[in-house]
């Protein structure tokens, strides 16, 4: 019986075999949801000039001193600032009627808004005079050139993902496209002549293919695209085909099913049957402590324009795809993309704390391997012995059965994967568990 390999290390080796792929630069109103590549520096200023915060009238402070209801303020008006224009100088003792976020004229230092003056606010005729009915005080109603952003302050670190405010806030400095990390490409594969498409009737031996609307959901919220979802049944050469045709948009393959012992198991019969030096697939099986997703593969598929498409291949059922994703997939999709995270998944990127949660029940674990188990967050159990519960999560797994693999429906209840080490024989109420969060919890 082959020997079991730490998650950890499983891992390495499919890293191992892959390389950051290159990015490019693309202009702004492209590059939402992608991975900024660069330290970003502001090239303007923000706000780019001293303007006004308030529609109302740029005067001299000085000007208006004393300036109250009973009292006004009577100055000439001397041109008019609408947004977007490069206004003239302020002569003392006049105003600017101004509107808001319109630059401030060279000798005005505060805006009086139109509230406080004898004028009505909305669209009318410049006025020749207007009363000023409240004194300003210098920098009143004003926006300094420069005060939220200087031009070259740094504004967005390498590595943030690219919002809608994200891409607003490169825009506002200055930006017209950036360098973003590549977009890596992903094709899904799910082998099995049992499975059937979703919604179809199902024959007696066969099942719903879930597992391909699982894997192409998970890349896409990963940040990857999903550029092809096939099926393959269980011969070899059937199989070997749709690889071939998965391999030629893509820049990793992602497979489930088919890696066991089975005597029908495409992908290991695939793998013995190329084993010459002219094969188009190399594949390698490990046993991998961790359960669910004990049995995995990974390799290479020769694409027809000449490229080793990377392949990492999954057990069938749908916990252990959702598992092995999180913990294999996802780090291999963040070094084809220049992002790497650690270990197995196991530990957050860096800066980020590790989560945890203390367990609300019990339940016995896998001998000598890692267990997944995917859990939702609840209220502490009831009763004294548990300690103090203020400030924790608590979990509790998602069915009643733990992590067994073919629990696929009440996958969608789970927030996040607890942890449990191999050398941890049985899980106590109130123990605590590092958490791997899911990408759509």
Same mark, same amino acid.
């Given at each position: 019986?082959?020997?079991?390999?730490?998650?950890?290390?499983?891992?390495?080796?499919?890293?191992?075999?892959?390389?950051?792929?290159?990015?490019?630069?693309?202009?702004?109103?492209?590059?939402?949801?992608?991975?900024?590549?660069?330290?970003?520096?502001?090239?303007?200023?923000?706000?780019?000039?001293?303007?006004?915060?308030?529609?109302?009238?740029?005067?001299?402070?000085?000007?208006?001193?004393?300036?109250?209801?009973?009292?006004?303020?009577?100055?000439?008006?001397?041109?008019?600032?609408?947004?977007?224009?490069?206004?003239?100088?302020?002569?003392?003792?006049?105003?600017?009627?101004?509107?808001?976020?319109?630059?401030?004229?060279?000798?005005?230092?505060?805006?009086?808004?139109?509230?406080?003056?004898?004028?009505?606010?909305?669209?009318?005729?410049?006025?020749?005079?207007?009363?000023?009915?409240?004194?300003?005080?210098?920098?009143?109603?004003?926006?300094?050139?420069?005060?939220?952003?200087? /031009? =070259? +302050?740094?504004?967005? #670190?390498?590595?943030?993902? *690219?919002?809608? @405010? $994200?891409?607003? !806030?490169?825009?506002? %400095?200055?930006?017209?496209?950036?360098?973003?990390?590549?977009?890596?490409?992903?094709?899904?594969?799910?082998?099995?002549?049992?499975?059937?498409?979703?919604?179809?009737?199902?024959?007696?031996?066969?099942?719903?293919?879930?597992?391909?609307?699982?894997?192409?959901?998970?890349?896409?919220?990963?940040?990857?695209?999903?550029?092809?979802?096939?099926? /393959? =049944? +269980?011969?070899?050469? #059937?199989?070997?085909?749709? *690889?071939?045709? @998965? $391999?030629?948009? !893509?820049?990793?393959? %992602?497979?489930?099913?088919?890696?066991?012992?089975?005597?029908?198991?495409?992908?290991?019969?695939?793998?013995?049957?190329?084993?010459?030096?002219?094969?188009?697939?190399?594949?390698?099986?490990?046993?991998?402590?961790?359960?669910?997703?004990?049995?995995?593969?990974?390799?290479?598929?020769?694409?027809?324009?000449?490229?080793?498409?990377?392949?990492?291949?999954?057990?069938?059922?749908?916990?252990?795809?959702?598992?092995?994703?999180?913990?294999?997939?996802?780090?291999?999709?963040?070094?084809?993309?220049?992002?790497?995270?650690?270990?197995?998944?196991?530990?957050?990127?860096?800066?980020?704390?590790?989560?945890?949660?203390?367990?609300?029940?019990?339940?016995?674990?896998?001998?000598?391997?890692?267990?997944?188990?995917?859990?939702?967050?609840?209220?502490?159990?009831?009763?004294?012995?548990?300690?103090?519960?203020?400030?924790?999560?608590?979990?509790?797994?998602?069915?009643?059965?733990?992590?067994?693999?073919?629990?696929?429906?009440?996958?969608?209840?789970?927030?996040?994967?607890?942890?449990?080490?191999?050398?941890?024989?049985?899980?106590?109420?109130?123990?605590?568990?590092?958490?791997?969060?899911?990408?759509?919890?």
């Amino acid at each position: 019986m082959a020997q079991m390999i730490p998650l950890e290390d499983y891992v390495a080796q499919v890293l191992e075999a892959l390389s950051p792929l290159e990015g490019g630069r693309l202009a702004l109103g492209r590059a939402h949801g992608r991975v900024l590549a660069e330290d970003v520096t502001a090239a303007v200023p923000v706000p780019p000039w001293t303007n006004s915060a308030m529609d109302g009238y740029a005067v001299r402070a000085e000007d208006t001193t004393g300036a109250c209801p009973q009292t006004p303020v009577v100055l000439p008006v001397s041109g008019d600032v609408p947004a977007g224009a490069a206004p003239h100088p302020l002569a003392a003792g006049t105003a600017q009627r101004i509107m808001t976020g319109a630059m401030l004229p060279e000798g005005a230092d505060a805006v009086v808004k139109v509230e406080d003056t004898d004028q009505n606010p909305g669209p009318h005729p410049i006025p020749e005079r207007v009363e000023i009915r409240a004194a300003a005080s210098p920098g009143l109603n004003v926006r300094r050139a420069g005060e939220n952003v200087a /031009s =070259g +302050d740094p504004v967005m #670190a390498a590595g943030t993902r *690219l919002s809608a @405010a $994200a891409l607003s !806030a490169l825009a506002s %400095v200055g930006l017209g496209s950036v360098l973003v990390r590549a977009q890596v490409r992903v094709a899904v594969v799910s082998t099995g002549a049992e499975l059937r498409d979703a919604g179809h009737a199902l024959e007696p031996g066969t099942i719903p293919d879930s597992n391909s609307l699982l894997l192409a959901g998970l890349v896409a919220e990963h940040g990857a695209v999903c550029t092809s979802v096939a099926r /393959s =049944g +269980d011969t070899a050469e #059937a199989l070997a085909e749709v *690889l071939r045709q @998965a $391999a030629a948009g !893509a820049d990793l393959i %992602v497979t489930s099913g088919g890696v066991s012992a089975g005597a029908f198991d495409p992908l290991t019969m695939l793998a013995q049957a190329q084993r010459g030096e002219e094969a188009s697939v190399r594949l390698d099986f490990v046993k991998v402590a961790m359960q669910p997703g004990k049995p995995q593969g990974h390799g290479w598929v020769l694409a027809d324009d000449g490229r080793r498409v990377p392949i990492i291949c999954l057990p069938g059922n749908p916990v252990s795809v959702l598992v092995s994703f999180t913990t294999i997939v996802a780090p291999a999709l963040a070094r084809l993309a220049g992002q790497d995270t650690a270990d197995g998944g196991t530990e957050p990127l860096p800066g980020r704390p590790r989560p945890t949660a203390r367990a609300a029940v019990g339940w016995r674990t896998p001998p000598g391997r890692r267990q997944h188990v995917p859990v939702r967050f609840t209220d502490a159990p009831t009763g004294s012995d548990v300690g103090d519960d203020s400030g924790h999560l608590w979990a509790t797994p998602t069915h009643r059965l733990g992590s067994g693999s073919h629990l696929v429906a009440s996958l969608h209840a789970a927030q996040a994967l607890a942890v449990v080490d191999a050398e941890v024989e049985a899980v106590e109420v109130g123990d605590e568990l590092p958490l791997i969060p899911l990408s759509a919890s």
